[in-house]
């Protein structure tokens, strides 16, 4: 997602990306069971639990300051809401410990909040100083760690495969370079050094914005987490049951895509001259048969939603049966 994506104005409540498409693909039941993995400000838990009557969600986040937020929706919602401090990769083994399984329904919002890039002493964001942090969990390596200690190599290597910036290791030299005179500490010194170095036109992202993904992947471990959390997804959807995922970025929209393929039997077939390849028979139909992209409406009033990419498929029941399919 783009760094510079989001309005400063902390007093606007968080809006969800792709609510409604959200909801229209996950399609949530009465008395059903859901599970949340991306809890963040609670906009998709509190549409899914208000979306029909019992309905039951298990919503996780890594976030110490989101979990705390969150405690007054646990309120609200008396017994129909369990928030768990956790990564979403081990969704399945939260949602058994939670006697949530199986499951009716999965979400992921994947990448960074709103709220994360709007409070400048997490240090998501170049828009304004702050230390160079980017945990998600608080508890870790940061990003200075990583500018500061990383050989120029490896840094260029980590820039250029998670930021997917061609001029890594200019980057990667001119970080090194600057490390030398004084540690890299601050956002905006570390933007100031990316720009010393990488021409960008003013219609352009700002130059420091690949990078800044980059190292926030990298701490974070977003991409190792999204492939955890779909293996474990399977593991613990029901027959019929639902992953709708939204995506901010090539690299995290390419796994999702990869997998939903995989499950629904539609990865190509190999050449007749290629060696014959054992192929399952699928497990998944496609919910959505292209990926679900916002209106202008939504992006005039939330620039967030410009590179959002929802994606959802459910798990074929017994006999193959198929759950409806549904295209925005």
């Known amino acids: 997602m783009s760094i510079g994506a989001v309005s400063r104005d902390q007093s606007a409540p968080h809006v969800p990306v792709l609510l409604a498409e959200v909801l229209a693909a996950l399609d949530p039941q009465p008395q059903g069971r859901y599970l949340d993995g991306t809890f963040g400000a609670g906009g998709y838990t509190r549409a899914i639990l208000d979306a029909a009557e019992g309905i039951g969600v298990v919503a996780i986040d890594r976030d110490p ?10 309120k609200a919602y008396a ?43 997490r240090g998501f964001s170049f828009r304004f100083d702050g230390p160079l942090d980017m945990r998600m969990a608080q508890s870790g390596q940061t990003a200075a760690d990583l500018v500061n200690h990383l050989p120029e190599g490896e840094l260029a290597d980590l820039i250029y495969r998670y930021g997917e910036e061609r001029k890594s290791r200019l980057v990667a030299k001119a970080i090194v370079a600057a490390r030398r005179d004084a540690r890299i500490e601050t956002t905006l010194r570390l933007a100031e050094i990316i720009a010393s ?32 959390a779909l293996e474990a997804a399977d593991s613990v959807l029901a027959e019929g049951g639902k992953l709708v995922v ?3 970025h090539s690299l995290e929209d390419r796994i999702v895509k990869q997998f939903m393929a995989d499950k629904a039997g ?13 192929r399952q028979a699928p497990r998944y139909h496609a919910v959505t048969r292209k990926p679900v992209v916002a209106g202008d409406s939504e992006i005039f009033r939330n620039p967030r939603a410009r590179s959002a990419k929802l994606r959802a498929i459910a798990k074929l029941g017994a006999h193959g049966a198929r759950v409806q399919s549904w295209d925005a």
């Open 79 to 121: 017994g129909r809401l369990q928030l768990v401090e956790g990564c979403f990769g081990d969704l399945a083994a939260i949602a058994q410990a939670h006697d949530a399984a199986p499951l009716d329904g999965i979400v992921l919002d994947i990448g960074v909040s709103s709220m994360q890039i709007d409070t400048p002493e």
């Open 197 to 228: 170095v990488v021409y960008h036109k003013p219609d352009d992202i700002h130059p420091a914005t690949r990078t800044f993904q980059a190292l926030r992947i990298a701490v974070n471990d977003e991409l190792g987490e999204l492939e955890r």
């Open 246 to 248: 939204v995506t901010f």
């Open 65 to 74: 300051l989101a979990l705390q937020a969150g405690q007054e929706l646990v």
């Open 266 to 278: 539609r990865t190509a077939l190999p050449s007749r001259h290629a060696p014959a390849l054992d």
